[in-house]
C-alpha cells in the first residue's frame, strides 16, 4: 500500500526567505503526486500535480524517483502562503494524503 | 453554480444516535470519496464510489455505511453514535481523466 510522509508538522518561515516542505512516498508503481493545500476557514484545494509541471503561486515541485520525494519549494515565501499543506500520492485508484504541514509565514 | 456541498456544517449528538451526514455535487462526477481527519493528523480513506450502486470501504476501517443511489448524492450513515466517531469528515469528487479531487467544507461532528 502507498504512503505518504511529511515530516514537519510545523513550518515558520520570515517572509521573503525561501520555503520547502518536505514530502516522501512510498508507492511500488509510477506514482502521481500532488500538493493540496487548505488556507484558514477555506476547503481543501488542489495547489499542484506533478505531471503538469508548473509553477502555482510561485511554488513548484519536483519528483525525485531516487530519492522518492516530492518536495514543495518557493523562493521568497509572502504572507498570504500561510496555509496547511499536503501531500499526495494517487495509486491503486486511490489517493492517499500524507499528515499535513502547518506553514506559517512570519512578517 | 457547479459546486459540492455537505451539511451539516457542524454536528453535535449524543452517544447512540443514528445520524447522516450529507453531501451532495452538481459537476456530474461519477467518482466521489468520504475522508475522516482527526486534528492534525492525516485524511483517511473510508469509503468511495465510482458511480450509482457502487460503493467499496477504504483505507480506514470505519463503522459507517454509504450509499450512492443517484449520481449527484453520497450520503454517509451512522447507526448508532460512538464518542470515537468524533471527527472531521470530509467529502469529495472527481472528474474524469487526471482532475483533482474537489472537496466540501466538511463536517465536524462531536459525539458526547
Known amino acids: 500500500a502507498q504512503r505518504v510522509t511529511q515530516p514537519e508538522k510545523l513550518l515558520s518561515v520570515f517572509k521573503g526567505a525561501p520555503v520547502e516542505l518536505k514530502c516522501n512516498y512510498s508507492?511500488?508503481?509510477?506514482?502521481?503526486l500532488f500538493w493540496y493545500v487548505q488556507y484558514s476557514r477555506q476547503r481543501l484545494q488542489l495547489l499542484l500535480r506533478h505531471i503538469s509541471r508548473e509553477s502555482i503561486k510561485g511554488f513548484t515541485a519536483d519528483l525525485n524517483k531516487g530519492e522518492t520525494s516530492f518536495h514543495l519549494k518557493k523562493p521568497f515565501a509572502q504572507e498570504e502562503d500561510s496555509a496547511m499543506y499536503y501531500c499526495?500520492?494517487?495509486?491503486?485508484?486511490?489517493?492517499?494524503f500524507g499528515t499535513g504541514t502547518r506553514l506559517t509565514i512570519i512578517p | 453554480e457547479a459546486d459540492i456541498y455537505q451539511t451539516p456544517r457542524y454536528l453535535v449528538i449524543g452517544t447512540g444516535k443514528k445520524i447522516t451526514l450529507e453531501c451532495s455535487q452538481t459537476m456530474g462526477h461519477d467518482k466521489m470519496y468520504w475522508y475522516q481527519q482527526d486534528p492534525g493528523m492525516e485524511l483517511h480513506l473510508i469509503h468511495y464510489s465510482y458511480g450509482v450502486n457502487s460503493t467499496e470501504k477504504g483505507d480506514l476501517s470505519s463503522e459507517s455505511t454509504v450509499s450512492r443511489i443517484r449520481t449527484e448524492h453520497f450520503p454517509l450513515t451512522l447507526e448508532s453514535a460512538r464518542p470515537s466517531h468524533t471527527s472531521q469528515y470530509l467529502c469529495?469528487?472527481?472528474?474524469?481523466?487526471?482532475?483533482?479531487?474537489?472537496f466540501g467544507n466538511g463536517t465536524r461532528l462531536t459525539v458526547t
Open positions: 469529495a469528487s472527481e472528474g474524469e481523466g487526471y482532475s483533482p479531487l474537489h
Open positions: 499526495a500520492v494517487f495509486g491503486n485508484e486511490k489517493l492517499t
Open positions: 508507492y511500488s508503481g509510477s506514482p502521481e
